[in-house]
């Protein structure tokens, strides 16, 4: 998959921002939303969000309905002063079991880990790995931005600037 061309400031976000809103459309046509920890797979050009195999409801929309959001409007943590919101809509290309390591889920672990350093403990102790392995099971939703809005300072009040999504080869 070709290389995502983005603003520097819009790159940032995604590289960033800990959490974002995740939406999908359920069986009966209602938005679902959840707060997520989204990674941003930058060679491939996709945000890649995870869901435990314990709770597949995201999962099972997006194959259902596959144009998702995902909302960037918590900069909590980020280390970006005066960040922006960034509004992806996409499309999800893959929902697929995670039963082997792809070589992206390393770098999202260490993330995870550095955003959460509490987290250490808890995948440290052998009683909580065999008690809920169910946790460490995934399923990864993957993501295309096919439309992406920015709203500058993080301020909804204003009118947001549409970014062209291009890929580069």
């Not at 797979?41 to 890649?48: D, F, R, S």
């Amino acid at each position: 998959m070709p290389f995502l061309s983005l603003p520097p400031e819009v790159r940032d976000v995604f590289k960033a921002f800990y959490t974002c809103e995740f939406t999908t459309v359920n069986s009966q046509g209602q938005p679902l939303t959840w707060p997520t920890e989204p990674y941003y797979n930058e060679p491939e050009g996709q945000i890649i969000v995870t869901s435990s195999i314990s709770f597949p409801v995201k999962t099972y929309n997006a194959r259902r309905y596959p144009r998702v959001s995902l909302l960037y409007s918590d900069p909590t943590g980020s280390k970006i002063d005066d960040a922006p919101a960034v509004l992806v809509q996409g499309d999800v290309t893959a929902v697929e079991e995670l039963v082997e390591d792809p070589p992206w889920s390393y770098e999202m672990f260490k993330e995870s880990i550095e955003r959460q350093p509490n987290m250490r403990k808890f995948v440290a102790n052998p009683l909580a790995q065999k008690l809920f392995m169910f946790e460490y099971q995934r399923i990864g939703i993957f993501v295309r931005p096919r439309r992406i809005l920015v709203w500058a300072h993080g301020d909804f009040n204003l009118a947001p600037t549409e970014v062209e999504v291009s890929y580069v080869e």
